[in-house]
């Protein structure tokens, strides 16, 4: 059975692995893994993205305010879903849309407002600053590492899966990676392609 527990996390950055956790999004969304704000919050224990006190104290006020928590999460999934349309518009060679783009930047800045950089002798880290419980708080490493990617990465390594939909950075010397999975997507398209050339070799003798 598919839980979160052995969700494949092999979108290669924090985003994509989020945008990934619909299985799978081709030809229709299959199987939605955030159910709750519960299964969010075990998505970010698991990426290591919210933990420690952090996550105790959202287990609390999820318990505390239940209505509130699944709001939260149905803001939480309209922003994966906008994130799945701006970086899907990417790995097609295409600029994302005005919409998209305006509702990216908005969250964007709303996110910062609450990210802090801290500072050590030798380098500095993100931190998300103060004690207090903000619910949103699983998503700010989400945008984050949106952020990093739309300005960091070369946008020809971020990819799509033609069969399924999940996202990918290719990180490959080659830069030819094509699927998701080459055992999962890969290998089902190579069965197809045999069975297609099967049938239509049957039909034209
Ligand atoms: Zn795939």
Known sequence: MRTLENLQMDGGC?????????????????????????????????????GGEKLRALREYAAQNPDDALAVLQDVIEAREMLYEL?????????????????FNRRLSLAFQRIHIKFGPASAEFDLGGDDVFPG???LPVLKSAFDIATNQDFRRIKECPRCGWLFLDSTKNGKRKWCDMNVCGSREKSLEYYYRKTKARHTL
């Not at 990417?90 to 783009?101: C, F, H, L, S």
């Open 14 to 50: 924090l985003v994509f692995d989020f945008v990934n956790t619909v299985n799978t999004r081709r030809p229709a969304p299959e199987i939605e893994y955030l159910q709750t704000f519960e299964d969010l919050l075990v998505w970010s224990a698991k990426l290591g993205s919210v």
């Open 87 to 103: 970086f899907s518009s990417i790995a097609a060679g295409n600029v994302p849309g005005n919409a998209v783009i305006h509702a």
């Open 137 to 139: 708080e699983p998503l």
